[in-house]
């Protein structure tokens, strides 16, 4: 969760950067026949732990 609202829009748009590049990627492995790599789950985000950097440091 972001506390500074003014670095919503600039966390937002690498996200959406960022999942573009998966799709290209992803679009590209599935075309050379090429397994896709499994990543982080939700198993492995602890939503409750606390925050390790502050807002500035993303």
Known sequence: MVED???RP???C???LA???NTII??????E???IPHGFTEDDVD???PRLYS???F
């Open 47 to 49: 939503l409750s732990a």
């Open 19 to 21: 999942e573009g590049h």
């Open 33 to 35: 026949k090429f397994p």
């Open 5 to 7: 609202v003014s670095f």
């Open 55 to 57: 807002d500035e440091f």
């Open 10 to 12: 600039i966390l937002e």
């Open 26 to 31: 992803r679009d590209f492995l599935i075309q």
């Open 14 to 16: 690498s996200l959406r």
